[in-house]
């Protein structure tokens, strides 16, 4: 069973965000006022509890059975543990509604969710670098820029040679 999270992260801090609330949940579990819902709705918010509820109805968990819940947690934490990660440099701050189509994409073009490990880099100027698995590929609009003001600005100008 693949389990879809892009809903509820996109990045590397939010999974451990969400990872933090889902072991205090954990914690809660056999209380004996647990009540999912409630608990859901003080660690996320009214939308990802939304969200996850929906998670639990897709992934056929019987919301008011505490051992299939705890075992669905479990899950979804080592899913997280295990997700790749992939540093993703930009010129600026991305919004959410960025975060999500780069996921987006990823789960589009690769099958697999990733996380990102957005870092920001005001040089770049503009696009993106991106360093995974060692590598790192420039995409960003600083090396064409870079180029350009050298051979405008630094290469020394020669003056034409004329001949008497």
Do not use: C, H
């Amino acid at each position: 069973m693949e389990i879809d999270l892009s809903d509820l992260f996109n990045t590397k801090s939010q999974s451990v965000d969400f990872a933090s609330r889902l072991n205090s949940i954990l914690k809660q579990i056999f209380e004996k006022e647990f009540n999912p819902e409630k608990v859901l709705m003080e660690q996320f918010g009214i939308e990802k509890k939304d969200r996850f509820m929906t998670l639990l109805r897709d992934n056929n968990i019987n919301a008011t059975s505490r051992l299939d819940i705890k075992s669905f947690i479990e899950k979804i934490l080592e899913k997280i543990n295990t997700m790749p990660v992939m540093e993703l440099v930009l010129a600026f701050k991305p919004t959410d509604k960025t975060l999500q189509s780069l996921s987006s994409w990823f789960i589009l073009n690769t099958k697999k969710q990733v996380l990102l490990d957005i870092k920001i880099d005001k040089n770049l100027i503009g696009g993106a670098a991106i360093l995974s698995n060692g590598k790192y590929l420039d995409f960003s609009v600083k090396p064409n820029f870079d180029k350009i003001f050298d051979d405008t600005f630094v290469k020394p100008f020669v003056p034409a040679v004329t001949k008497n």
